[in-house]
């Protein structure tokens, strides 16, 4: 854990993504969760670019961090996986933990962030990913 | 009093050995539609004093007039609507919303706190966390009919024939610190310090299943009293001692503090925020206090009782079981119906028990704390007090938009 926690630091000096704020082209994005909310909502990436997502859990409670169209965002709040962090784009972040996935945009469109935990997405966590 | 319920789902499945029921806590008292949770068998400890007749335990007439009395409250409350607990959460993520019913008094210092947790069987499992206003000296087993007296006070027609039949017909942090552990029945009650974060961490780690609001609303108790109350039952002791379903255990919690108040938001916990959120809240007191916010002006509020509590009334709850703290005579019975949406309820309920003085905005969960003043003279006063009325300007806002925008 701890490791991890290191390794996201080192990936946020290395490229200067200190701050929360989303920033179009940037390669590393660092979201914070708290009260079941993601910090930024709104993302904005470059098309066919490859982010790295640094996703802290600031809250008690286990959350996801799911990146897909809204089909897969509605699979995802019917499916059964306990854990995700196996593909691109998807993790299961642990109360107080860091995680860190990485994802290939398409050329254009726009994407959705989704924690499918019981209730979590209807209560409001959920976010955009705009590409262009 | 208070209290606010808060119940969370036990994910009991990773401790085979401590398998839990299901848990429904109701403040004060928990009263199914079929109205049996006021059972004539519980009732061999107490006392009945109706009508100025002290009926004590003596062999089987007395056996039988309590029975009588049992059954009386049992008849006047089937018509209830059910009194569940707000926010508990199945493990599917529904959300089982009813009524609640919870006595919050005050005397000498003590917020008593009176709740009940209903045991709903061992399909679903239910854990429940209720936010105090302080660290409670003692924590017991609670009367037997101190809810159901209440409800009866505040219906005074149908109260009235019955009550008078059975008089007449009967001679009358980052880890939260565990601060106390007690066992009551078949509920394991652990009382907790910490933040919210440190309180949310521990349920999850004794096996509580928190709804995605939670963070925020444990973060909102926390910052005003970082007093936690984590209750659930112990399937073992439940078989062991014969606890059937819809069976309620009334818990009393004895809290001295000097700002009472009763938590109401926690009982939308789980709910979404256009669902209906009900509760009585009822409020024994020395003087006729005052409430804040004022029932009424909060659109989910709704005085529906205030009036000098009987000796009668008081007499009655004094025989019941842990009840003899309560003065034989002068004290105001409020009663505050709730009744809501769970975004309409994001505040609770302050008291001052004297009537003289408005009650706090922090203990009402309308103001975040106060911070503390520098001492007069010091260099930074001038900003403090730009910074407090700026604050004040954002309490007015806020309250206007509470308030009057819901409203219209
Ligand atoms: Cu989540």
Redesign the interface.
Known sequence: MRGRLFLALGLLALFGAGCRQAEAGAPVIAIEI???RFDPAAIRVEAGSTVTFVVHN?????HEFLIGDAAAQRRHETGTEPEHGARPGELSIP??ETRITSYTFPSDGRLLVGCH????Y??G?RGTITIR | MVEGEVLLQLGGTDEPERAFGALKHIHLLSIDRGGRKFKPGEQSGGRAHLRGVNLKPQGGVMRTVRALVAGIIVTLLAAQPALACGGLVAP??AVNLGRTTTLAAYHEGVEHYVTSFEFSGGGSEFGSIVPLPGVPTDVVKGGDWTLQRLILETQPVERTSLFNAVAEDAPAGQSATVLQEHKVKALDITILEGG??????W??EHGF????????V??FYASRSPIFMAVRFNLDRARKLGVDLGDGTPIHLSIPTPNPWVPLRILGL?A?PRERIEADVFLLTDERPNLLPLPGFAKALKLDYSEAASDLLLADLRSDKGMKWMPKSDMWLSKIVVDGTASELSHDLAIDPTGRVTPSAVAAGLLDVIPELPPVGDETQQWWAWTIVLMLGAVVWRLANRFIGSAS
Do not use: F, N, W
């Open positions: 708290e009260h079941s600031g809250d008690p409670i286990a109360p107080g935990l019981p209730r979590h209807d209560y966590m | 599917d993520g919210g974060d440190a309180v949310g961490r349920a999850g299943q928190l709804s995605p609001d939670a963070p925020e444990l973060d789980g979404g």
